[in-house]
């Protein structure tokens, strides 16, 4: 059966939506790709071409003589396993008979339910996770309890200037900042000896591992525009961080020994 122009516009509209947070929560472009394609074709789209780009995605659907093409923007890159999770787990549950505005209006019901944690709870795992890192990395309990608090502090100031809209790189640089002069006041205090395991440590969260993981999947999977584009973004967020340390480091006057 021939689809009107305006169901189209229902299935762009509930598939773009779920594209694009989708990519913002992590996932590859192809798995995007694969996820949306298999959607619109199970609401009886009779053709679909798609295009995923790093901060765009374009989607022209045709059934019959009619067509409709969109276009989305993509915002801000957070990785949530969980949500991606359910949106993958909507896209692989669509059939013929469902409705494509019931599905739109589930996708917007998830993205306005946090399912995770608050913010205080999140700030806590991160140094909770750096200070296990420093076990792994053979420190001391004093050590530990550095990695914990310069964490703690950093990841705070990050949640801050994420809410308020702050541009990535300077909210990482100042994050690796803070934790810098965080582990150096520590060691000023007479409670750290040394900041080569705490300052390691405490600035771990802040790697965009998510990324450069995607972006390998990305260019061996053939999508090179998105693979380089994620990649020169992971690596400009790694800058950020060594700007921060070595900045940290000038105003205490120390070195990673």
């Known amino acids: 059966m021939e689809l009107s122009r305006d169901e189209l516009k229902k299935i762009a509209d509930t598939s773009l939506l779920i594209g694009k947070t989708m990519l913002e929560s992590g996932a590859e472009i192809s798995i995007v790709e694969s996820s949306l394609c298999n959607m619109v074709q199970s609401f009886g789209c009779e053709k679909v071409n798609l295009s995923v780009l790093p901060k765009t995605i374009s989607m022209t659907l045709v059934s019959g003589n009619e067509f409709r093409t969109k276009m989305i923007h993509i915002e801000t890159f957070s990785p949530d396993m969980q949500k991606l ?13 469902c409705d494509p ?28 996770a750096c200070a296990a890192f420093a076990a792994l990395f053979q420190g001391s309990a ?35 900042l803070l934790a810098t002069i965080s582990v150096g006041a520590l060691i000023s205090l007479g409670i750290l000896e040394e900041n080569k395991i705490a300052l390691a440590s405490s600035v ?5 591992g998510v990324q450069l993981i995607n972006t390998f999947e990305d260019i061996i999977k053939g999508h090179y525009l998105s693979g380089l584009a994620r990649g020169l973004h992971g690596l400009m967020i790694s800058f950020s961080i060594v700007f921060g340390i070595a900045v940290g480091l000038k105003l205490i006057g120390g070195s990673i020994v």
Request: glycine share 2%; net charge positive; hydrophobic share 55%.
């Open 85 to 97: 999770s359910e949106l993958y787990r909507i896209t692989k549950n669509v059939t013929p008979e």
């Open 101 to 128: 505005i019931a599905v739109l209006q589930e996708t917007k019901k998830l993205l306005m339910y946090d399912q995770q944690f608050n913010a205080l709870e999140k700030i806590f795992a991160a140094a909770f």
């Open 142 to 176: 004093v050590e530990l309890m550095g990695a914990f608090v310069a964490a703690f502090l950093a990841m705070s100031l990050k949640k801050i200037l994420d809410v308020r809209g702050f541009n990535p790189l300077l909210t990482t640089t100042a994050a690796s």
């Open 204 to 208: 771990l969260f802040l790697v965009p």
